[in-house]
Antibody, heavy 126, light 110 residues
Framework: QLQMQESGPGLVKPSEILSLTCTVS??????????WDWIRQPPGKGLEWIGG???????SYNTSLESRVTISVDTSKNQLSLKLRSVTAADTAVYYC??????????????????WGQGTLVTVSS | QSALTQPRSVSGSPGQPVTISCTGT?????????VSWYQQHPGKAPTLIIY???VRPSGVPDRFSGSKSGNTASLTISGLQAEDEADYYC??????????FGGGTRLTVL
């Protein structure tokens, strides 16, 4: 059974870079028709999709965050990573990684998430 | 991408049905079948309960069902149970490999 686990600093200073890693176990990040995504949830608020990518390189980002976000995969470590630059208090949230189905070719519409990691809280504060 | 519109809260008594709506624009839904629903209990990660508008993943009780009419998708829970009290989110494909979530609905079982 595929599992996903987020890791990284729980506290980041304003204007710095938020960096998180998601380790995938029980399956390969290069197998199957999947995007590998990041989603966040500010305390007491709803879900916000950040972006995701297929190991082949196809990538997509939320237009509201695109200028500050980079998502990448390390196939040798079976990991997904997130970098969010120039953070502010508004970036304080629980960050989830999740697998998104299904991407077969350029005409595909990957749209549903399963499974999700347990989430990690990142607080932006000096 | 702007969030899909969901009611902030709904409630129902045990055994009764409840429906949660999710409304978007034609560009959000794209006339497509690519709508999914997630259940989130407090302090937990969301879990998938419906995808492709109507499909229940293995293990999801059949009291959960989905539908769509025009630009509104709906999640219906027939025969509410206490453990169904949670937050529910819809999600839709929004083009160019992007997705958009609804604002979420808090379901209270009376």
């Amino acid at each position: 059974q595929l599992q996903m686990q987020e890791s990284g600093p729980g506290l980041v200073k304003p204007s710095e870079i938020l960096s998180l890693t998601c380790t995938v176990s029980g399956g390969s990040i290069t197998s199957g028709p999947y995007f590998w995504d990041w989603i966040r949830q500010p305390p007491g608020k709803g879900l916000e999709w950040i972006g995701g990518m297929h190991y082949s390189g196809a990538t997509s980002y939320n237009t509201s965050l695109e200028s500050r976000v980079t998502i990448s995969v390390d196939t040798s470590k079976n990991q997904l990573s997130l970098k969010l630059r120039s953070v502010t208090a508004a970036d304080t949230a629980v960050y989830y990684c999740a697998r998104r189905c299904c991407y077969f070719d350029s005409g595909s519409r990957p749209n549903w998430f399963d499974p999700w990691g347990q989430g990690t809280l990142v607080t932006v504060s000096s | 991408q702007s969030a899909l519109t969901q009611p902030r809260s709904v409630s129902g008594s045990p055994g009764q049905p409840v429906t949660i709506s999710c409304t978007g624009t034609s560009s959000d839904f794209g006339g497509s079948v690519y709508v999914s629903w997630y259940q989130q209990h407090p302090g937990k990660a969301p879990t998938l309960i419906i995808y492709d508008i109507t499909v229940r993943p293995s293990g999801v009780p059949d009291r959960f069902s989905g539908s769509k009419s025009g630009n509104t998708a709906s999640l219906t829970i027939s025969g509410l149970q206490a453990e169904d009290e949670a937050d529910y989110y819809c999600c839709s494909y929004a083009g160019s490999y992007t997705v958009v979530f609804g604002g979420g609905t808090r379901l209270t079982v009376l």
